[in-house]
């Protein structure tokens, strides 16, 4: 029951911090039993043992008694404990306490092993609720265990000072135990196909706690091809999730420190004047990678990487590129409001066959971009 309630609750947070544009994995994604020997490791083989990682460790707790509680290590201030235990009882869950717990045999070590063995993260060992609860938490967990996460998700957004927008549960729903694309699709009026546009979806695989978009977003106008202008209410990730960017790439396109936006702000929504097809060299930048160079000068990643004799993936800022002039294929520049479905059934293709020629991961599109075509 516990190994289930927390991989729902894991993938509902991994899910959320996504949407939120704050960077995270998951230690496991299935049904695996991991050792206190191995599970520190994997933890840590994602970000590695700097200060700045967060690690967040989801349990159901058991023992018959009734309420949350937020286990912080002997390293870290209570701070981060703090928030949740405050966001956690805003949601209806009362909490027993947030403290520290010392190792017996030498009260300078945590009792736990995943805050002990986990050495300069901020870790935190969360506890939704008691399993076997003689009060309330049965029915929370069963319930309202979605809550329950988003407080979570709320706190760290909060905590490390990411804007925080709230689920739309107007436009959105939370994938539950048993659902299909073809269920949610049915209740909704959409088709298969068109809710997997709507959220990006290579596949039909679905995860408990995964936040589906049911609407198309019409809450973003464009001001041009170029750049948009600020609005109240904007955040962001708004921004940058319809314009099909992420966080860090908008705050790179304008030179943004912080977070903080501006009514009548004037922001980039696209690179200009980086490159022309007539160059023959490309100097790597921050935030550059072997796709997006690519994708700028109509060519293949193979095609890139073949002209420079590149064996893996890795480029370093500075990097001098040979593009080639060898393709093919003819290019197509992405304008407002297309989709992979309307540009494949232009050019009487797929658009299967399109993500393939374009090392395109999902569906996702910037106007602006340069597609080659099979």
């Known amino acids: 029951m516990e190994k289930d ?5 894991s993938n509902y947070i991994h899910e959320r911090l996504d949407d939120l544009g ?32 967060i690690v967040v460790s989801n349990h159901i707790n ?22 949740i235990s405050d ?53 929370q967990l069963k319930n309202n265990w979605e809550t329950l996460a988003e407080a979570v998700v709320k706190s ?21 135990s048993g659902d299909t694309l073809w ?19 290579s596949s039909n695989a679905l995860s408990i706690g995964q936040v589906l978009r049911i609407k198309e977003p019409t809450d973003v106008p464009i001001e041009s091809e170029d750049t948009y202008i600020v609005k109240a209410g904007d955040t962001l990730y708004g921004i ?20 903080t936006l501006s009514i009548g702000q004037v922001l980039k929504i696209k690179e200009t004047g980086d490159a022309s097809e007539s160059d023959e060299y490309y100097i790597v930048k921050s935030g550059d990678s072997l796709y997006k160079i690519a994708n700028l000068f109509g060519i293949t990643v193979d095609e890139l990487k073949q002209a420079n004799n590149l064996t893996s ?25 297309d989709t992979l479905y309307s540009i494949a059934r232009e050019f009487n293709t797929t658009v299967t066959a399109l993500q393939t020629l374009n090392n395109l991961a999902t569906s996702a599109l910037t106007i602006g971009q340069k597609l080659l075509i099979p």
């Open 5 to 9: 309630l927390t991989l729902k609750i």
């Open 22 to 53: 704050i960077e995270n994995s998951l230690s496991r994604t299935t049904d695996e039993t991991l050792s206190p020997d191995v599970r520190p490791g994997r933890v840590q083989s994602f970000y590695g043992k700097g200060n700045d990682v």
């Open 62 to 83: 058991a023992g018959g008694g009734d309420g949350a509680e937020v286990i912080y290590s002997l390293r870290n201030s209570d701070k981060l404990s703090s928030i």
């Open 87 to 139: 966001n956690f009882t805003e949601a209806g869950q009362n909490v027993r306490k947030y403290y520290q717990r010392r190792l017996p045999s030498n009260p300078n070590l945590d009792y736990y092993y995943i805050l002990r063995d986990t050495p300069n993260n901020e870790s935190i060992i969360v506890e939704y609720g008691f399993a076997d609860s003689k009060g309330d938490d049965v029915n």
């Open 156 to 176: 760290l957004a909060e905590y490390i000072g990411v804007p925080y927008v709230p689920v739309d549960t107007e436009n959105t729903y939370i994938v539950k």
């Open 183 to 201: 269920s949610i699709a049915r209740k909704y009026g959409l088709t298969v196909d068109e809710l997997k546009r709507l959220n990006n979806l």
């Open 240 to 259: 940058a999730k319809f314009f099909g960017l992420s966080v860090d790439e908008l705050k790179r396109l304008n030179n943004l420190t912080s977070n």
């Open 313 to 337: 993936n890795l480029l370093s800022i500075g990097q001098r590129l040979f593009i080639p002039k060898t393709s093919t294929y003819e290019t197509y520049t992405v304008k407002k409001g």
